[in-house]
């Protein structure tokens, strides 16, 4: 690409070159040695003034516009005019052009700088509403422990009395909607930490395979109980360096999600693991429920959100159970997703980096390649 001075100077340069050597031939061709002379002086003078022309209209026109370029690559790096003395080579029309960038840069910076006191004031206002909402639900788990108490108090037959079938049922109800509470205030605080960038986690070296046996372990129980299908597949085996409590915690909310939208009959939820990669074990919880629609998985990884917020909405939960968990995940170095097709089923992913040492070798599944079904 030519700079302006150059393509400036390449045509006068040309054009001064052709005015003189047309003199120089008529000089050479014609028979009168004076006018040939003459016309000779005459292209010697009119091509050294086009080029004097050039240097001139050169230093005017593009000193001017070179300043005004440079001045617009500093203000794209740094937000900030140069405070450059308006080098217009007295053209109007540059003039005008150096006027208008500088007012509408100070206007530009003007804007950002506002922009960023805004950002910096959101940022406070953000920080402190989570630290209120910390607060707040610590104040609420407080008083919620002497009510679980008196509930196990009330069914000690010894201790306060024995209590008809009614009185026993309402209690009962007490006890549920007390622990529900519970869950939610707890469910709060952990979004809560996350948001802080507080949420603790102890690392170890563990076998991912154990990772997914804790979680079958847990809901085996209750998934034989309600005829649900809870099968593990391991495709793989490697060490993880995470925290298996956090691990087991992502585990349980997707599994509690996928028995919340199975199909009443044939149920079936599958955990496990897969390889394809060598820096990361990717988990994953799948069931054969309702599935969720393209535009809604762009949404559930979202605080509070919930597919169904009718008063028709059966299930219970407050809406963070899966931002908590990508929480979780991103805090162990890993990333989250979901594959869903509705009336289908849907298909929780996550990855953990794998740990530096691998497992040992007599430990390690007896065929990786294989799947390993404990069907329930
Ligand atoms: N396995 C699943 N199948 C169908 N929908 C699901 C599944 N898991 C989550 N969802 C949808 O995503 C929403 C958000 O889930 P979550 O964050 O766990 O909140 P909650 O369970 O408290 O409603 C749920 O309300 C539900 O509509
Ligand atoms: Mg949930």
């Not at 308006?86 to 500088?102: S, Y």
């Not at 599958?270 to 988990?283: A, C, H, P, Q, R």
């Not at 969720?292 to 979202?302: A, G, P, R, T, V």
């Amino acid at each position: 690409m030519f700079k302006i001075k150059q393509a400036l100077f390449l045509i006068f340069g040309i054009t001064s070159f052709i005015i003189f050597y047309i003199g120089f031939l008529n000089y050479l061709k014609t028979q009168d040695s004076n006018m040939g002379l003459l016309i000779l002086l005459f292209s010697v003078i009119v091509s050294v003034g086009t080029l004097l022309a050039t240097f001139h209209v050169s230093k005017n026109l593009t000193k001017p516009i070179e300043t005004l370029v440079q001045r617009m690559q500093d203000f794209s790096q740094t937000n900030i005019v140069t405070p450059n003395p308006c080098d217009d080579g007295g053209i109007q029309e540059l003039h005008i052009l150096h006027k208008n960038f500088e007012e509408m840069a100070n206007k530009v910076g003007e804007t950002l700088k506002k922009e960023k006191q805004l950002n910096i004031k959101l940022k406070e206002i953000d920080t402190r509403k989570t630290e209120f909402m910390s607060m707040i639900s610590h104040e609420l788990k407080t008083p919620i422990m002497p009510i679980m108490g008196y509930i196990q108090l009330l069914k000690k037959e010894e201790l306060m009395g024995e209590l008809n079938e009614k009185q026993m049922n309402a209690l009962n109800e007490i006890a549920i909607s007390t622990e529900r509470l519970q869950k939610i205030i707890q469910d709060i605080l952990t979004a809560q930490k996350i948001d802080l960038g507080k949420l603790s986690s102890e690392k170890e070296n563990v076998q991912s395979r154990v990772l997914v046996e804790n979680a079958y372990r847990a809901f085996y129980p209750y998934c034989k109980n309600k005829d649900v299908q809870l099968t593990m597949l391991l495709d793989t085996n490697d060490n993880v360096y995470s925290d298996p409590d956090r691990v087991s915690q992502v585990f349980s909310n997707l599994i509690s999600n996928a028995l919340a939208f199975l199909p009443e009959k044939n149920g079936t939820i599958k955990i496990g693991t897969l390889n394809n990669s060598d820096e990361n074990v990717t988990f994953y919880v799948q069931d054969n429920g309702i599935g969720i629609s393209d535009d809604q998985q762009k949404n559930i990884f979202k605080k509070f959100y919930q597919v169904d917020t009718s008063s028709k909405r059966k299930k219970e939960g407050s809406g963070l159970g899966l931002s908590i968990c990508e929480g979780i995940i991103k805090n162990l170095g890993g990333r989250m997703w979901v594959k869903s097709t509705l009336n289908q089923g849907t298909t929780f992913f996550f990855d953990l980096p794998k740990a530096q040492v691998p497992v040992d070798h007599l430990d390690s599944l007896d065929k990786p390649s294989h799947s390993n079904h404990l069907a329930s």
